[in-house]
């Protein structure tokens, strides 16, 4: 049962308790949270008001957290509180649906129809400061949005959410007014923190294609040896650990790699032209001649001692060997702007369309791999 919201305002003689007011329309609360979805909680990027469903129902709101969690915001409006009940559940079944694809079309029909309207993947990356996750909606939140619910209406979510782990929970506005000013109050029926912990939800096919071509791959930090040599004798390279090299074996000939440099930006493009193998046996072209990696003068004592030294095969150095098709060497001119895919991996498959087209644009390649 949710806790009751109190608010006193302080005079110089004693506190005094503000009276409840009834808000003039449950019209006005959802265009206040369409403006502001973060009002329920949380970061959210609205979607759409009043979306249609495929079953000829519209559903208040629909919105995506930053986790790609799709958000069914339904206000209780003249219906009754179970009926609100029932309509939230129904609308979540048809929300968890809903693919990449139709999130993207419900934006542009709706939030995104304004002129000069960003696409849907450029509007999750400025109103959250990162690219759309490789999968969406693999979970929803079902939340109804009333002054108050009949107490069975309030056992059936408690006992939906905590008993089957249904994501379903109620918030509550209350409205106050003083000398002038308005105020909400925010209260929830469950603690939101504890109902996504009990929430079972099934995982879904919601991943985004992958072109079947296209990885990301980091090198290291700004000032360190990997891009410089990665640049110069055309190798991506990684170890110290399975975590920083077994994602390199995943790399085939006739991949393309996107290079990335922790604090820089992209930059460079290549090809994959052959298969992982430990740096104490790789062999790249210098002049024309085949000269044993470990002979480069370039890196630091610190390294080859470090890359060359480990008996452990786990902590051994890897390196891959590519061919660029475009890199910089000035970190000063690497491709980065708020919004492009970056990840701690030393290798995954970059799936991000932003990032892929906006490298692509700001190197001149023009997509295709030679």
Request: hydrophobic letters at 40%.
């Amino acid at each position: 049962m949710a806790v009751e919201m109190a608010i006193w305002r302080m005079t110089g003689a004693e506190p005094q308790r503000l009276g409840l007011s009834p808000l003039d329309s449950e019209q006005r609360l959802e265009d206040m949270l369409a403006r502001d979805p973060s009002v329920i909680g949380g970061d959210l990027l609205l979607l759409g008001q009043q979306v249609r469903t495929a079953h000829g129902g519209y559903v208040d709101l629909l919105a995506i957290d930053a986790e790609g969690c799709v958000h069914v915001l339904e206000l209780k409006r003249d219906r009754t509180p179970r009926e609100v009940v029932a309509q939230a559940l129904d609308y979540g079944s048809w929300a968890a649906g809903l693919s990449i694809d139709d999130l993207a079309d419900i934006y542009a029909a709706g939030a995104g129809t304004t002129e000069n309207a960003e696409s849907f993947e450029q509007a999750f990356a400025e109103q959250f400061d990162c690219p759309l996750p490789d999968t969406v909606n693999e979970q929803q939140q079902f939340t109804i949005v009333a002054s108050e619910l009949d107490p069975t209406s309030e056992r059936i979510v408690e006992f939906l959410a905590e008993s089957y782990g249904v994501p379903i929970n109620a918030v509550f506005f209350r409205h106050f007014k003083d000398e002038g000013s308005e105020y909400l109050a925010r209260i929830w029926l469950l603690d939101p923190q504890e109902a996504e912990a009990k929430a079972a939800r099934s995982p879904r096919s919601k991943t985004r294609p992958w072109n079947g071509r296209d990885f990301y791959v980091v090198l290291g930090k700004s000032g360190e040896d990997r891009w410089p040599l990665a640049q110069k004798y055309g190798l991506l390279n990684g170890g110290g650990g399975l975590f920083y090299w077994q994602s390199l074996k995943h790399l085939r000939p006739g991949h393309r790699v996107f290079a990335y440099v922790s604090g820089a930006g992209y930059v460079g493009i290549g090809r994959v032209v052959g298969e992982m193998t430990l740096v104490r046996d790789a062999v790249v072209t210098v002049d024309g001649q085949a000269v044993p990696f470990v002979n480069l003068p370039e890196a630091s004592e610190g390294y080859w001692q470090w890359a060359l030294t480990i008996d452990d095969m786990d902590l051994a150095e890897r390196v891959v060997p590519v061919e660029w098709q475009h890199c910089i060497g000035d970190l000063d001119q690497a491709v980065w702007e708020k919004g492009l895919f970056a990840s701690q991996h030393t290798a995954c498959k970059l799936r991000d369309e932003r990032t892929i087209a906006t490298v692509e644009a700001a190197f001149g390649i023009d997509g295709a791999v030679s």
